[in-house]
Structures are given as C-alpha cells and as structure tokens.
C-alpha cells in the first residue's frame, strides 16, 4: 500500500518562507542571523517558543543558545544534535553549515489553531528549508565575523609590538596581559614565569579590578598542568574551578580559562593565561587559534624589546664612557696644568696679597678637580632612575664612590632626613659628600669610610642644624700611617 502524497505546502506558507529567507540573508552579523532564524520559525509554524542551540564545531559541546521568551534549552543533554524531532508539541531540526552540524533549532508548544493540535509535516517542511537557507546564511555570517575577528586579534598583537617597541610602557608583560585580556574578551590577563622551586608564579595581571589580587599565586610544582607550560605547550581549561590539573589558589575565580607559551627565538619566557568568570562562555577552537597566534607574535615582540633595550643601554653607557675619558683626559688635565702654573708662581712673588690670591685660586682649582673626579665615578656607574628621595640621593653617591673603592661606605642616618631638609640644604649635603667622598677615594691605603647625617645636631651658636661627618682611615701624606680622620660640615635647619 502506497503513502498518500503529502499535501504541498500552501502559497501563504511559502510567501511568509521566502520573506524569512530574505530576511535572514540580509543580515552579515552572526548573532542577528540566529535571532532572525528563531523568529523566523516561531512565526512560520506558530510556536510559542523557539530556540536555537550552537556547538562548537571544534568539540561539540553547546556554546551559546539564542531563543525567543523563556524556552527550554537549544540541546537536552541526551539528544543527538542530529536528528529530527517531530511530536505534537515539540520540532527540532539539525542547522548545517558546510556539512557540519552548526546547532539545533527546537520549537515547542504549539498555538490553539483549527484543525488538528500540535505540529503539522507542513510545520516540519517549513522549518527543514528555513534551515537549510539559514546555514547558508550562517555560514556567510560566521566567515565574516571570523575575519572580523582576526582582524581585531592581529590589530591588537601589532598594538603591543607598536607599544613595546616605542618603549612607552612601563611594563612590558602588563601591556601583553591588558591587551589579551580586552581582545578575548576574559575577566584577567596573566602573565606566569618560572621560579627556582620548579613552578609558576603570577608576575604581572591586568582585571577589571584590582589585578593586586593576582600577583605572586602560584602553580606548584608536581601540578599536571605545569609539565605542559614549562614545555611551551598551550593547555585549554573549561572551567578552572573545578579542573583536577589547577592547583593555584585564585582557580576558584574562573571558568573557562586559556593558557599559551610566550615562546620565542626558543626561548620561553612565560605563559600567558587568560581566564573568564565562572559560567561564562568557553572559548572556541579559533578562539585558541587566534589567541596562540597572538601570543607567539607577542613573544617576539618582548624579544625584540628587551634587545632594543639593551642596544639603548649598550649607547648611554658608550656615551657616558666617552664623556668620562674627555673629563679625565682634557679636562683634568688642563685643571692640574693650570693648577702647577699658579703654584710656581705663588713661589716666584713675594707679594703677599698675590701670594693668598693664588694660594686661594690652586684651592679652587683643587675642588674643582676633586667634583670632575667624583662626576666621573658617577658616569663610570650604570644608568638608573633617578631618586626622588634625599637618602636615596646619598645612597646613590656611596654607591658610585663604590665602584671606585671597592668597597661601600657605610652610611648611618639620624632624625627625620626627609622632612626635615629644605632643597637648598640637601643641595649643599650632597655637595660636601661628593667633594669628601673625592678627596677619601685619592688616599691610598683607605678601607672604610663613615658617613653620617644628624639632623638633630647643634650648630656652634646654639641653632639647630644638620651636621655631616665623613671618617676615613686612609693614609694622609706620604711616610704617614693609615689614621681615622673625620671632617664635619654644618647647616642650619
């Protein structure tokens, strides 16, 4: 006994169907497609819910479900995505793109109409040609949000070698962290390096909060995960909380999470992670794409950086090298010169106003010649940031006499240094230490130095002053014993 032929869909259906078409196809953003292609059905088939569930075509597990009113999910858990459903108040049909099977769109409960009541084969035709045109229009849609997609991830990994290059951040991995977190859309961006224990270490965060959280968590050694990091291999989480492999302290923060090799020249510098909120959407296979192709050009970048840097450094310290040997051998020189030719002719007059004028200018001379020297320690040192404090500023004059010594002073503060000193007295603090420090590192035979600044100290007429005082056990004149001499020098406050 042969089927009775199916009734042909009516000319009404078909002119609602082709409006539905149409007007899925006009659209190239993807989430407005799917939104169009669940209303599209619920009006067509007059369901009361419709809802569309999408799988990741990398794994298969749903990703995002787009419906219409409060609907049941886009997949239950145990029906197969596809195949086709068709019952007096449910239809499901598989949406395919490119012979994929893209997702499941579902409508259930059937509006009171005449005849008989739930889904009719008309309903079920209806709803499997939407589908089909609509993973046509799916799959344009996909394609271009994917190209959008790459294009933000290749902007933003051409932001940061811009940035990393120009040398404008502070911090090298923050700028890695921030940026890959806005472009994957995650709720931090972390940046793990190892540590002499044989695990990983948080080193620089970028959250929507206070990243202060984040820094100094670790991944202990023996973790599952860590044997992948520390290899350069990327390892995707779907949710950090619950994941056997996470044993850092902040997993229960995060869901699905993200972790790639910051790996260049064969070098692995650390890892980049990028977790999201719990519940949030995991990511996708050209997610992990995007993102490791982000993080491998990323890497090249802090390369580059850190060798332009040292290229940078590698010239002030040729500049300061050449200033230093011009001081040395034109300058001092000329000053020593100049100094011998006033003294011979100290010797010759016997005026004596000459005589103490000259005596006072070989003085200067002397000075002069001992701040050129203590300027030339300090160029001979590497460059840093300058100090903003004043015993920082002390610190950092020991220290360039240092290199020169072989040893370094000890320093010992007393009172409120700080707060106490005007500009203008830290100004001539600063000086006598360097004209003392100077004339200390000539002697021969020196192997301690003293320094000590007392802010509570009493000027000779009562006043309160500062008093610096500079011990050194050099040899003073030839012939003479190693003895501890001090020099004091006061200011009032």
């Known amino acids: 006994m042969t089927a009775a032929p199916r009734e042909p869909v009516p000319p009404a259906g078909l002119s609602v169907l082709l409006d539905a078409v149409l007007d899925i196809g006009s659209e190239l ?32 597990g749903l990703v995002a479900a787009v419906g219409t009113g409060d609907g049941p999910p ?14 007096p108040d449910t239809l499901a049909v598989p949406v395919h ?6 997702g499941r769109l579902r409508l259930t409960g059937k509006l009171p109409a005449p005849g008989p009541g739930g889904f009719t084969d008309d309903d079920l035709d209806l709803v499997r040609i939407l589908a089909t045109q609509a993973g046509i229009a799916i799959g344009n849609a996909r394609l271009y949000e994917t190209a959008r997609q790459r294009e933000r991830w290749i902007e933003g990994a051409a932001a940061v070698t811009t940035a990393l290059l120009t040398g404008r951040p502070g ?50 050694p023996g973790s ?46 650390g890892t980049l992670a990028l977790p999201r909120g719990p519940g949030a959407r995991p990511y996708t296979s050209v997610d992990h794409l995007l993102a490791t192709q982000f993080a491998t050009q990323a890497a090249l970048a802090l390369v580059l950086a850190e060798a332009q840097a040292g290229r940078e450094r590698l010239a002030v310290f040729e500049d300061r090298d050449r200033i230093a ?15 011998m030719m006033l003294e011979s002719t100290q010797r010759r007059t016997r005026a004596p106003e000459v005589r103490e004028t000259l005596s006072h200018a070989v003085d200067e001379l002397e000075s002069t010649i001992q701040e050129v020297r203590t300027t030339i320690f300090a160029l001979q040192q590497p460059p840093a940031d300058a100090p903003t404090t004043f015993r920082g500023k002390v610190l950092r004059e020991t220290a360039g006499a240092a290199a020169i010594l072989g040893f370094m ?14 500009e203008a007295v830290q100004g001539g603090l600063l000086t006598r230490l360097r ?21 509570r100290a009493t000027l000779p007429d009562g006043r309160p002053g500062v008093r610096l005082t500079v011990t050194d056990d050099g040899t003073r004149e030839e012939g003479e014993e190693p003895t501890a001499t001090a020099t004091e020098w006061h200011a009032p406050l």
Do not use: N
């Open 29 to 60: 953003e993807l989430r407005p497609t799917l939104q169009h292609l669940v209303e599209s059905a619920v009006a067509l088939t007059g369901a009361r819910h419709g809802v569309l569930g999408v799988l990741d075509p990398g794994r298969g």
């Open 74 to 87: 886009g997949l239950p858990p145990d029906e197969d995505p596809d195949t086709v459903v068709h019952g």
């Open 97 to 102: 793109v490119q012979q994929t099977v893209f």
């Open 171 to 220: 911090d090298a991995l923050t700028t890695v962290a921030e940026e890959a977190r806005r472009l994957a859309g995650a709720e931090a961006g972390v940046v793990l390096q190892p540590t002499e224990a044989g695990g990983m270490e948080i080193v620089a965060a970028a959250t929507t909060d206070d990243p202060a959280t984040l820094l100094g968590a670790t991944i202990q």
């Open 224 to 269: 599952a995960v860590l044997t992948q990091l520390l290899t350069g291999e990327p390892v995707f989480i779907d949710d950090s909380a619950t994941d056997p492999r996470m044993t850092t302290e902040v997993r229960s923060r995060f869901g699905p999470s993200m972790m790639l090799p910051l790996q260049a020249a064969g070098r692995l510098i």
């Open 325 to 339: 040997r011009d001081l040395h051998d034109l300058v001092v020189q000329r000053l020593f010169a100049t100094g």
């Open 409 to 422: 002073p000890s320093v010992h503060f007393t009172g409120p240094v700080e707060t106490a000193l005007d």
């Open 435 to 455: 004209r003392d420090l100077a004339v200390a590192s000539r002697r021969t035979a020196v192997s301690r130095i003293d320094i000590t600044i007392d802010t």
